[in-house]
């Protein structure tokens, strides 16, 4: 019998292998990415007015998830008839964020070996951004898929094509920095391919970008700031009516509900992300008997998961992510 494991990756995950997480985020754009002096400076002004205690003298950025959720509230209490203030620097931080986590490479020792254990029966699901995940896969000659009936994506360049017979479905209820809207921004066809084929084709709205990198634009679409396809983290996150992403979710739920275990790895469960929280409990509901472990080194969510899942309903190892699971 297949043993279907579920691994819920979160940030912790990343800052194993070199991002920062959420507290940190604010700290290091500005640190070690470059971005347009106007761009800088329209961000540092909202912090500074918003959150008082902030000196950039002492570089004690607040906490992106704050500041995001505290944009999101003003644009929802703007005036909807008039020209918003407030979208344009939600905007700006978001696309420097996106740019970040194209440019950052930390290390990927952690990330590779977790995939080289993945085997058939594993599912992922992963609350990062990033796509270090998808390259350790590509790189080990393992192929994945976005959705569970999704497309298998392999390994390809001029001198060989590795297709493997694992694809590992790969599920992210948040985006990722290489996914586009075509709501967004259009790109040609030849330069992305549809994340679910099954949609029909006058129905698709998101699109995965074929190169792990920003689109090369035009001066003029770079000036509206297309961003990728990213659901923030914030109190008033928005799913979307996009038919690709409401799927995802529910096949989260799928996934969560046929598992025989369950690995919630760097994830900590944020206060502020309500949704995850419901989806998460919805998929569980009816698996009582699924073996749950939490890899985390902060002891302080396990109140967290103490009031998701129930008192003594998880093993809980206090560590950081290294790539092999604890025994």
Same mark, same amino acid.
């Given at each position: 019998?297949?043993?279907?494991?579920?691994?819920?990756?979160?940030?912790?995950?990343?800052?194993?292998?070199?991002?920062?997480?959420?507290?940190?985020?604010?700290?290091? $754009?500005?640190?070690?990415?470059?971005?347009?002096e106007?761009?800088? &400076? !329209?961000? =540092?002004?909202?912090?500074?007015?918003? *959150? #008082?205690?902030?000196?950039?003298?002492?570089?004690?950025?607040?906490?992106?998830?704050?500041?995001?959720?505290?944009?999101?509230?003003?644009v929802?209490?703007?005036d909807?008839?008039?020209?918003s203030?407030?979208?344009?620097?939600?905007?700006?931080?978001?696309?420097?964020?996106?740019?970040?986590?194209?440019?950052?490479?930390?290390?990927?020792?952690?990330?590779?070996?977790?995939?080289?254990?993945?085997?058939?029966?594993?599912?992922?699901?992963?609350?990062?951004?990033?796509?270090?995940?998808?390259?350790?896969?590509?790189?080990?000659?393992?192929?994945?898929?976005?959705?569970?009936?999704?497309?298998t994506?392999?390994?390809?360049?001029?001198?060989?094509?590795?297709?493997?017979?694992?694809?590992?479905p790969? $599920?992210?209820?948040?985006?990722?920095?290489d996914?586009?809207?075509? &709501? !967004?921004? =259009?790109?040609?066809?030849?330069?992305? *391919? #549809?994340?679910?084929?099954?949609?029909p084709?006058?129905?698709?709205?998101?699109?995965?970008?074929?190169?792990?990198?920003?689109?090369?634009?035009?001066k003029?679409?770079?000036?509206?700031?297309?961003?990728?396809?990213?659901?923030?983290?914030?109190?008033?996150?928005?799913l979307?009516?996009?038919?690709?992403?409401?799927?995802?979710?529910?096949?989260?739920?799928?996934?969560?509900?046929?598992?025989?275990?369950?690995?919630?790895?760097?994830?900590?469960?944020?206060?502020?992300?309500?949704?995850?929280?419901?989806?998460?409990?919805a998929?569980?509901?009816?698996?009582e008997?699924?073996?749950?472990?939490?890899?985390?080194?902060?002891?302080?969510?396990?109140?967290?998961?103490?009031?998701?899942?129930?008192y003594?309903?998880?093993?809980?190892?206090?560590?950081?992510?290294?790539?092999?699971?604890?025994?």
């Amino acid at each position: 019998m297949i043993q279907n494991r579920v691994f819920v990756l979160g940030a912790g995950v990343g800052k194993s292998c070199g991002y920062p997480l959420a507290s940190e985020l604010l700290r290091e $754009l500005f640190k070690g990415h470059k971005m347009k002096e106007k761009d800088a &400076k !329209e961000i =540092k002004n909202f912090i500074k007015i918003s *959150f #008082p205690s902030f000196d950039p003298r002492f570089e004690n950025f607040p906490n992106v998830e704050d500041v995001i959720s505290l944009l999101d509230t003003l644009v929802e209490l703007e005036d909807k008839e008039k020209k918003s203030e407030i979208e344009p620097t939600k905007r700006t931080l978001l696309l420097e964020i996106c740019k970040y986590f194209y440019e950052s490479h930390g290390d990927r020792k952690p990330i590779n070996l977790f995939v080289k254990n993945l085997t058939e029966g594993d599912f992922v699901i992963t609350f990062n951004w990033d796509f270090s995940l998808e390259q350790a896969i590509l790189g080990s000659g393992k192929s994945y898929k976005y959705l569970l009936d999704g497309r298998t994506i392999v390994y390809q360049d001029k001198d060989k094509d590795r297709v493997s017979s694992v694809a590992i479905p790969i $599920l992210k209820p948040h985006g990722s920095i290489d996914w586009f809207s075509s &709501k !967004e921004l =259009k790109l040609k066809d030849e330069l992305i *391919f #549809p994340l679910d084929e099954t949609v029909p084709e006058e129905k698709r709205q998101i699109y995965i970008f074929k190169h792990w990198r920003l689109p090369n634009l035009s001066k003029e679409v770079e000036e509206r700031k297309p961003l990728p396809y990213i659901i923030p983290p914030s109190i008033h996150k928005k799913l979307g009516q996009e038919a690709e992403i409401m799927k995802i979710w529910g096949q989260v739920i799928q996934v969560l509900m046929h598992a025989t275990e369950i690995w919630f790895v760097g994830y900590s469960l944020p206060p502020i992300d309500l949704h995850a929280k419901i989806f998460i409990r919805a998929g569980l509901f009816s698996n009582e008997n699924v073996k749950v472990k939490v890899v985390n080194p902060d002891e302080m969510v396990i109140h967290r998961y103490n009031a998701l899942l129930g008192y003594g309903k998880f093993d809980f190892y206090p560590t950081y992510f290294t790539g092999e699971l604890p025994e």
